[in-house]
């Protein structure tokens, strides 16, 4: 599976603004690849806007599409004002590993519930313009032991396929080595092998 994530450091966050009624919206944006990341990112922005009226957020801690590692939370404003509105958002986008906090310092004119979610959305929608992105390529583990002479060989064609080496484990006979294989691409590993003159051993997982 391939899909865009936050293209922003771990711990890094990208923030906008908008004022609706004289309220101020600031939405930080972050890379959430763990719920530990978004709890991290909702911390500093309490920290850092401790002032402020709320501190509502959303966040998929995952693939698009992910049902277990979400989650999104009104933080005192009217329930399904602030943090579904924002979520839905989020999953609209298609992206994953994402969290944001959207933090409302109150103007003093109240918006109404259909106001607020109409807000907090915008807040997310206009922050997402503007956030950088890139690509995540999901992969799993596969192994291939090839005598010394033949690492050589295998680590080359890896690299022509853009298909990481994640570890290599030296033994007497030569090197197991673990490829990170996408996983939207069919296993077919003929072509390096030929390359081998057949030198090669897929080891199935136990």
Not at 17 to 28: A, D, H, K, N
Request: proline share 6%; aromatic share 8%.
């Amino acid at each position: 599976m391939r899909y865009a994530v936050p293209d922003l450091t771990e711990g890094a966050w990208r923030e906008t603004e908008l004022e609706i009624e004289r309220s101020r919206f600031i939405t930080w944006t972050a890379h959430t690849p763990s719920v530990t990341a978004f709890e991290a990112l909702l911390a500093e922005a309490r920290r850092a806007h401790s002032g402020a009226s709320h501190h509502c957020s959303a966040f998929i801690a995952g693939p698009p599409g992910e049902q277990n590692a979400i989650g999104f939370s009104d933080d005192g404003e009217p329930g399904g004002t602030a943090g579904r509105p924002m979520f839905q958002v989020l999953e609209g986008a298609g992206l994953g590993q994402v969290g944001c906090v959207v933090i409302r310092y109150f103007g003093g004119i109240k918006l109404g519930t259909g106001g607020l979610a109409r807000a907090y959305a915008q807040a997310v929608s206009e922050a997402l313009d503007s956030l950088p992105r890139r690509e995540v390529v999901e992969r799993m583990p596969l192994s291939l032991k090839v005598d010394f002479a033949g690492e050589a060989v295998a680590r080359a064609w890896c690299g022509e396929h853009d298909i990481p080496i994640e570890h290599a484990d030296y033994q007497a006979d030569g090197v197991t080595l673990t490829l990170g294989w996408p996983s939207d691409v069919e296993r077919d590993l003929e072509p390096l092998n030929a390359r081998l003159k057949g030198r090669m051993t897929l080891i199935e997982p136990a």
